[in-house]
């Protein structure tokens, strides 16, 4: 097993254990995959403008559109397994760090 597996098993089980938040686990993940705002498929102006804390008031079909790239960068890494909700939840978790 690669690093990055052994990594994400650990910081998982503690993330499903309520050790470590969402947003955390998955702004560990973005950093460890390479994923940057540059990778946000929105503006920061968008992402401040938005009503919901979970951004879901942004068009899903653009965080989905994103999915080729993150899932790139992520088995680059050595992520193996990816769901298009990694990709998402990476994203939206760079997103509102970048604005906060």
Same mark, same amino acid.
């Given at each position: 097993?690669?690093?990055?597996?052994?990594?994400?098993?650990?910081?998982?089980?503690?993330?499903? /254990? !309520?050790?470590?938040?969402?947003?955390?686990?998955?702004?560990?993940?973005? $950093?460890?995959?390479?994923?940057? /705002?540059?990778?946000?498929?929105?503006?920061?102006?968008?992402?401040?403008?938005?009503?919901?804390?979970?951004?879901?008031?942004?068009?899903?079909?653009?965080?989905? !559109?994103? $999915?080729?790239?993150?899932?790139?960068? /992520? !088995?680059?890494?050595?992520?193996?397994?990816?769901?298009?909700?990694?990709? #998402?939840? #990476?994203?939206?978790?760079?997103?509102?760090?970048? #604005?906060?």
């Amino acid at each position: 097993m690669n690093t990055l597996e052994n990594d994400y098993n650990e910081k998982r089980a503690l993330y499903m /254990a !309520g050790k470590l938040g969402h947003e955390e686990f998955y702004c560990w993940l973005a $950093d460890k995959i390479g994923a940057t /705002a540059q990778d946000i498929p929105f503006t920061l102006d968008q992402i401040r403008a938005s009503k919901d804390p979970h951004l879901n008031d942004l068009p899903l079909i653009r965080w989905d !559109g994103m $999915d080729p790239i993150i899932r790139a960068k /992520a !088995g680059r890494a050595g992520r193996r397994a990816w769901s298009i909700s990694d990709t #998402v939840c #990476v994203l939206k978790a760079l997103a509102r760090r970048e #604005v906060h």
